[in-house]
Each structure stands twice: as structure tokens, then as C-alpha cells.
């Protein structure tokens, strides 16, 4: 990038490209020299490039002003083998746009950490930049920012944008391209991961306000974006190709909202929700996703309560396209498009109080026998289907029912729903409790209805009858 400069050239190259007042030191690259300066041109390092560039670079931080409360920027330009890792203090500002920094071979540290690691750092920006694990196995991630586990110890505003990680390998807990923890109101946005063993993992103690936004994540060799125990954050617009598990998965976060993300071809769930310390996740947005490809389900919760999946595309999931377990009550199940799954379309179980509402479930079905577009079992109770559409328009049916309900479900209402052209029936109820159908034709009555008014089709073996539920009995008509 220098070639044909000499040192004092290249420096005034660089003068004019950054103005005076820009950065408060600047450490630069050229040939076989690596060197800093303050905002006047006043040398703080000097040192042998590919050897000292850390030295430089921690030498340029050392130099901003001690315990401020304001950002001060040092910026780095040319390419930086990384010896040792950079510690970043609060209120810094790293702009990387015309750096590369790179790990040595055999390397197993972070290129950066916050500056009082383990500990409260605050209001630091990395700006751009490579960042190349060179194919190591790098101690937590190439970005490692750890805070305190006390709230109010968290690291905190921080903001990793633009940058491009790659190549750093898993084991264990290692080998992520970003890793914040405990985190509170820090943003990962606009960045590219390649061949990372995490892309991104947001995680701690309770932390709140994270944003992970408008990435581009391919080829990681376990879950793409990793939340754990971070409430609200916000999983938004990211495009997400050959996870080696999970695209996106939230351990035990509440009120997450995971929205506008693009995921193909993840080896397990597309989105996971689920908790491991029995802290489930609560109240979630689950909307305007797509899922293609998933190896298991297109979206699986459990056990997460409350939470709302909306308007998402999900096709091809080797498994279920939306699968809601665990004691996920009252989840909101509205207006997805689910296609070509290996299993049920929407399968439900053990999920208390739901509301399935207007999705389309299209040629479900693709890897065995017996699933459905909809399909409720066991302790799926006080369920509503209304107003959906599952149906089967292959030449080589594969979706056995539109609407199954199964095992000890009761309570259960079934309206409005437009099931055709399954493989074996378009409505299959065979549960144990109490279920109302308005679609089907009672061969015997149900024990009770649900409310005062419900009614059915009913056949006494001679006439085709209306049964209506007044609250005691049915009555026929």
C-alpha cells in the first residue's frame, strides 16, 4: 500500500488524507516500520512493523488523556501482526477502516480487550477493520470485552461497526468473532463474519438494551448470533448462511425481538429460543423472518412463554417448520407462511393458552407419514386455530391432515380454517378432551362445549343435526 513512498512521504500522504484535530494519534505502517504519533506529529513509538505493532498500537492508547470522560480517537493505517492483545480503555474510539489486523500463526489471544478486563469499561467504538484469527483457536473471541458480573459492572456502550472478523476456529468456549460479556446497550452492527466458530455472542448477567443488526454471517462452525441472559436485545436484519448449529439462538432472555433476518441453510434451528439455568425466555418477537434449509426446525421455542411469531417464511426444514413446546404458554402463532417441512408445519406440545391464527401451511410432510399442516398433541390446552389455511397442492401428496389434535388436549377451538386437498384427511381429531370443530360432522357429541353458543356438525346415525352448547347441554336442531 506504500510502495514507492518513502517514511516521511508516506507520513505526509497520510496528514493530508486525516485532518489535523481528527484523532488525538495515529499509528501507521510502511515497509519494515510501524510507528505513532499525537495529532501534532510528535512520535509516541517506533518499532520493527510485524514485530512491535502491538507495542504501537497499546503505546497510542497509553498516550490519550488519562480517566476523561470525552471520546478521543487513535487511528490505525496498514497492515498490523498483532503479538500480544490490545487493551482498550473507556471512551476510545479505534477507527480500524484502513487497518488489517492480523493474529500470528499458532496465536491463541483476543486481538482486543477492554482495558480493565473483567471489570466496568465503558463508551469504546471499534471502527472497521480486518480482524484474522488466522486460523487459530483464539482464547473466547477476536473481540473479547469482558465486564463484571454484578449489574452496574457490565461492559457498557459499547459499539463494534463495520468490521470484517474471519478465521478463527471453535473449541469449547473459544473461537468467536465478537464476544461481549455482561453486556448492557452495546451494538454489533454492519459487520461480515467468515469461518468463525461463533460469529457474535452477546451474554451475562442480566444485561439489557444489546443490538446485534445488519450483519453478514457465513460459514460458522457452530451458532451464528449467540444471546444468553440479555433482556430486550434486538436481533434485526442480519443475513445468516451455513451455521453449523443455531442461525440465531437465545438462551434465556426475555422481551428479545428477532426480526428481518435472513437465514439459509443453519445445520440445526433456523431461531432457537430455550433456556438452560430455568430462566426461560419471555415475551419474545419472533416477525418478518426468513428461514430456508434449516436441518432441524425453521423456529423452535421452548420453553419460552408469551411470545408472539409473526409474518415469517419458513420453508424446507428438515424437521417442523414452527415447533412450540415446553410449557411455551401463551404464544401467539399469526400470519407465518410455512412450506416443505420435514415434519409437521406447526406442531405444538405442552404449550397452554395459544392463539394459531392466519398462517398458511403448504406441503408439510416431506420425510414420513402422519404430520400436518397444524398439529396439537398432549397438554396443548385452550388452544384457538382460526382462520389458517393448510393444504396440500403436490401431485405426490405428502401433508397427511390439514389440522391435527392429538393425545390429552382439551379445550380447544377450531374455526374458520380452510384445509384441502391433504393426503388423508384434511381434519384429524382424535384428543381425548374437549374439542370444537366447526368444520367437521360429530359422529357423537363432545362432552361439553367451551362457551355458551358453540356449534357443531352433528350426525345421530339417521339425520344431519346442528348441536348448539347452552351452557349445560347440547341442544340439536
Known amino acids: 500500500m506504500s510502495v514507492g513512498f518513502s517514511r516521511d512521504r508516506w507520513t505526509e500522504y497520510i496528514r493530508k488524507k486525516v485532518a489535523k484535530g481528527d484523532y488525538s494519534a495515529i499509528v501507521m505502517t510502511q515497509e519494515t516500520d510501524v510507528w505513532a504519533e499525537n495529532e501534532y506529529g510528535e512520535t509516541i513509538a517506533d518499532g520493527e512493523a510485524g514485530v512491535d505493532d502491538a507495542e504501537a498500537i497499546q503505546n497510542a492508547l497509553n498516550s490519550l488523556t488519562p480517566n476523561r470522560s470525552w471520546k478521543e480517537k487513535v487511528v490505525l493505517k496498514g497492515d498490523f501482526v498483532i503479538n500480544s492483545s490490545i487493551l482498550i480503555p473507556s471512551y476510545t474510539i479505534l477507527d480500524c477502516r484502513e487497518a488489517q489486523l492480523k493474529l500470528p500463526s499458532g496465536a491463541d489471544y483476543p486481538i482486543l480487550k477492554n482495558k480493565n478486563y473483567g471489570d466496568f469499561d465503558e463508551e469504546i467504538e471499534i471502527v472497521g477493520g480486518v480482524f484474522d484469527g488466522n486460523n487459530n483457536v483464539v482464547d473466547r473471541g477476536l473481540i473479547d470485552f469482558k465486564g463484571g458480573s454484578d449489574v452496574g459492572k457490565h461492559v457498557t456502550n459499547i459499539k463494534v461497526i463495520g468490521g470484517y472478523f474471519k478465521n478463527v476456529k471453535k473449541d469449547g468456549d473459544n473461537g468467536r468473532g465478537v464476544w461481549l460479556m455482561p453486556a448492557t446497550k452495546c451494538t454489533v452492527a454492519y459487520c461480515r463474519f467468515e469461518n468463525c466458530g461463533v460469529a457474535v455472542d452477546i451474554t451475562g448477567t442480566h444485561g439489557y438494551g444489546n443490538k446485534i443488526i445488519y450483519n453478514t454471517i457465513k460459514d460458522t462452525q457452530a451458532g451464528a448470533i449467540v444471546v444468553g441472559l440479555s433482556h430486550g436485545t434486538k436481533v434485526i436484519g442480519n443475513y445468516i448462511s451455513y451455521a453449523g448449529k443455531h442461525g440465531i439462538s437465545v438462551d434465556s432472555g426475555h422481551e428479545v425481538i428477532i426480526t428481518n433476518n435472513d437465514i439459509r441453510n443453519p445445520t440445526e434451528h433456523g431461531i432457537a429460543l430455550f433456556t438452560s439455568i430455568n430462566d426461560a425466555p419471555e415475551e419474545g418477537l419472533i416477525a ?5 434449509n434449516a436441518g432441524k ?41 410455512v412450506m416443505s417441512s420435514g415434519y409437521d408445519g406447526i406442531r405444538l406440545h405442552d404449550a397452554h393458552n395459544s392463539v394459531i391464527e392466519g398462517n398458511i401451511c403448504l406441503n408439510n410432510g416431506q420425510a414420513g407419514s402422519g404430520y400436518s399442516g397444524i398439529h396439537l398433541e398432549d397438554y396443548a390446552n385452550g388452544c384457538v386455530i382460526v382462520g389458517n389455511r393448510c393444504y396440500d397442492d403436490q401431485d405426490t401428496k405428502t401433508q397427511d391432515y390439514g389440522i391435527s389434535v392429538e393425545g390429552s388436549c382439551t379445550y380447544v377451538r ?13 381434519y384429524n381429531i382424535t384428543s381425548s378432551g374437549i374439542v370444537i370443530c366447526d368444520a367437521i360432522k360429530y359422529t357423537s357429541l363432545p362432552a361439553e362445549g367451551i362457551e355458551i353458543g358453540d356449534i357443531i356438525y352433528y350426525y345421530d346415525g339417521t339425520n344431519d343435526l346442528i348441536a348448539v352448547w347452552n351452557g349445560s347441554e347440547w341442544v340439536t336442531k
Open 288 to 292: 418478518d423472518n426468513q428461514i430456508r
Open 297 to 337: 426446525s425453521g423456529i423452535w421455542i421452548g420453553p419460552s412463554p408469551y411470545c408472539n411469531i409473526e409474518n415469517n417464511r419458513v420453508y424446507n426444514s428438515g424437521e417442523y417448520g414452527i415447533n412450540v413446546q415446553g410449557n411455551s404458554r401463551g404464544s401467539q402463532i399469526i400470519g407465518n407462511k
Open 414 to 426: 377450531i374455526k374458520g380454517n380452510i384445509c384441502r386437498g391433504n393426503k388423508t384427511a384434511n
